[in-house]
C-alpha cells in the first residue's frame, strides 16, 4: 500500500509567493530595519531630471549605494549634491521592486568636515569662473549717486544699522530693505529670491527700483557664511541688471558672492561708503568747480576779444576786394560775344556734318525695308492665326458632338425618361413622386401629365410608360439630371 503514495520532495511543502509578495516583504523588511540612517561617503555621478527628482549615487572605495532625493526634499537640502562632495547622507532606504534594487531616500545632506567644504568651494570656483560669471569685464560700474538703494539683509542686528548710519551721515538717500535670513538652510534661495525681486521692479512703479543693491552680513564661520557660496545666489548676483556691491563676513572673509558682484566692499560699513559720496565733500567740489567755470568763462571772452582784434587789423579793405571782382567781371563781358559766336559756329558745323546722312533716297529705302519686313510678318501671323482658328474650330466640334452623346438627351432617345414634379422639380426617388398629387413624364419626343391616386385621370392621350430601373445622368454636359426610366 506504501508503494502506491510517492514521497513528497524537499521543499515541496513550502509555500508559494507571487513576485509582488515577495518585493513587497522585502520592501517592508528594508524599510523596518533602516528607517532612519545616516550614511557618510563621496557623491558620485549626479543625475537631475526635469521632474525635479535628484538620483545620485553614495559611494567608497568597497560599495556604492543608489540615493534619490524627491522634488518636494530636493529645495529643502541644505546643500546640493555635487560629484566629488564628501557627504553624511541622511534618510532612510528602500527598495525599487520595479528593477529589485535597494536604494536611500536622502532627505538632508550636509558636508562632512570643513576640508570636504574648502574643496568643493574651489570645484565650484572654478566651474562658474569657466563659465564667465566672474569676467570683470560683465562687472558693472558703480552709480556715482543712487537714488535709491537697496539692502539685502537681516532686518534685525548691527549690519543694517551700520549701513544705515553710514548712508545718513555721507549722504541721506532712499532705502529698500529685502529681509532675509543670512545663515542656514533658507538663506540661499532668499538672498536669491531677493536679488531677483529687486530687480523685476518696473521703473516708475509705485515701489521705485533701486539704482544699487548691497548684499550684506556680517562675519562668521565657513558654515555660517555658506549660504552666500551656493550657485543660486551667485548666479542671481552675476544676472542682476542693477549694480551690486557685496559685503559679507570680515575683511578676511570671502565668498563666491564677491567674485560675482560688481564690487566687493570689506564690510557693510564700507559698502555704504562705496554707495554714496560724502555731501560735504561733494558741495565742496561743486563750489570749487563752479568758481573754476567762472573764471574760465571769463578768461575766454576776454583772449576771444583780443584775437577778434587782431584778426580785424589784418583783413583787406572791403572795397579793395569788390574792385578786384569788378575788374573780373568786365574782363569776362569782354569775352563772352566771341565766345558765343564760335559756339555758333562749331554748331552749324555739326548739324551739317550730321544732316549729310539723312538725304531723302536713304530714307526712302530705309522705310521701304521696314515696311517689307513688317508685311512678312503680317502674312507669318495671318497664317497662324488660320492655322489656330482650325485648330480651335476643330476642338469645338469634337466637344460639341461629346457633349450631344453624353448629354441627357441622348439618354431619352435610347428609351429612358425625366420625372418631374408639377413645378418642374426633378424626381428621384418613389418616396418623393408619392408625395406630389401629378407627375410629369418626359420622353424623347414630348411631355406626358401622370395624376397620382385620387387625383384628376390622365388625358386620353396619356398612356402610362413601362417603368425600367432608375438612373441618373452625371455626364459632364448632362445639363440637368434626374430620374431617368
Not at 28 to 41: A, C, L, N, W
Not at 308 to 330: C, Y
Not at 467 to 478: F, I, L, Y
Request: aromatic share 4%.
Amino acid at each position: 500500500m506504501s508503494d502506491l503514495i510517492d514521497d513528497p520532495e524537499p521543499g515541496q511543502n513550502a509555500p508559494e509567493f507571487s513576485v509582488s509578495e515577495i518585493s513587497g516583504a522585502v520592501k517592508r523588511t528594508i524599510e523596518g530595519r533602516f528607517s532612519h540612517v545616516r550614511v557618510r561617503g563621496e557623491i558620485g555621478r549626479v543625475n537631475r531630471y526635469g521632474s525635479g527628482h535628484i538620483y545620485y549615487d553614495l559611494k567608497d572605495d568597497g560599495a556604492v549605494l543608489n540615493a534619490v532625493t524627491w522634488k518636494g526634499q530636493a529645495g529643502r537640502l541644505s546643500v546640493q549634491p555635487e560629484e566629488g562632495m564628501e557627504v553624511v547622507a541622511v534618510g532612510k532606504l528602500t527598495s525599487f521592486p520595479k528593477q529589485s534594487k535597494y536604494q536611500m531616500n536622502v532627505m538632508e545632506l550636509r558636508v562632512a568636515g570643513v576640508g570636504a567644504l574648502m574643496a568643493m568651494l574651489e570645484k565650484r570656483k572654478k566651474a562658474l569662473a569657466a563659465e564667465g560669471l566672474f569676467d570683470s569685464g560683465r562687472k558693472r560700474p558703480i552709480p556715482y549717486l543712487p537714488g535709491v538703494i537697496g539692502v539685502v539683509t537681516s532686518p534685525s542686528g548691527a549690519v543694517i544699522r551700520d549701513i544705515l548710519h553710514r548712508l545718513r551721515d555721507r549722504f541721506p538717500r532712499k532705502v529698500l530693505i529685502w529681509p532675509v535670513a543670512v545663515q542656514g538652510d533658507r538663506c540661499a534661495p532668499e538672498v536669491a529670491a531677493a536679488i531677483e525681486g529687486f530687480n523685476r521692479m518696473a521703473p516708475g512703479g509705485a515701489m521705485p527700483r533701486p539704482d544699487l543693491l548691497i548684499v550684506a552680513r556680517g562675519g562668521g564661520s565657513i558654515e555660517d557664511l555658506w549660504g552666500f557660496n551656493e550657485e543660486s545666489v551667485v548666479r542671481a548676483a552675476a544676472a542682476s541688471k542693477i549694480p551690486l556691491i557685496s559685503a559679507v563676513g570680515h575683511e578676511t572673509d570671502t565668498t563666491l558672492i564677491d567674485y560675482a558682484s560688481d564690487q566687493r566692499a570689506p564690510t557693510p560699513t564700507a559698502a555704504a561708503e562705496l554707495a554714496v559720496p560724502v555731501r560735504g565733500e561733494l558741495m565742496a567740489w561743486l563750489a570749487s568747480m563752479e568758481e573754476r567755470r567762472v573764471r574760465a568763462l571769463s578768461d575766454g571772452l576776454a583772449r576771444r576779444q583780443q584775437r577778434l582784434r587782431d584778426l580785424s587789423r589784418a583783413l583787406p579793405n572791403p572795397a579793395d576786394l569788390v574792385a578786384m571782382q569788378a575788374q573780373r567781371l568786365d574782363l569776362m563781358g569782354s569775352r563772352l560775344p566771341r565766345a558765343l559766336q564760335a559756339v555758333t559756329e562749331r554748331g552749324r558745323a555739326r548739324l551739317v556734318e550730321q544732316g549729310a546722312g539723312l538725304r531723302p533716297q536713304v530714307l526712302q529705302r530705309a522705310v521701304e525695308s521696314k515696311r517689307e519686313r513688317l508685311e512678312n510678318i503680317e502674312r507669318r501671323f495671318v497664317r497662324a492665326a488660320q492655322t489656330q482658328g482650325r485648330d480651335w474650330r476643330s476642338r469645338l466640334d469634337g466637344l460639341e458632338r461629346l457633349r450631344e452623346t453624353l448629354g441627357y438627351q441622348a439618354t431619352l432617345e435610347r428609351g429612358y425618361a425625366v420625372v418631374r414634379d408639377g413645378a418642374g422639380g426633378l424626381v428621384s426617388d418613389a418616396a418623393t413622386a408619392a408625395s406630389h398629387a401629378g407627375l410629369e413624364i418626359q420622353f424623347r419626343d414630348g411631355v406626358v401629365p401622370v395624376a397620382s391616386e385620387g387625383a384628376a385621370p390622365a388625358p386620353a392621350a396619356a398612356k402610362p410608360a413601362k417603368r425600367k430601373a432608375a438612373k441618373k445622368d452625371t455626364s459632364a454636359g448632362g445639363g440637368e439630371q434626374g430620374s431617368l426610366f
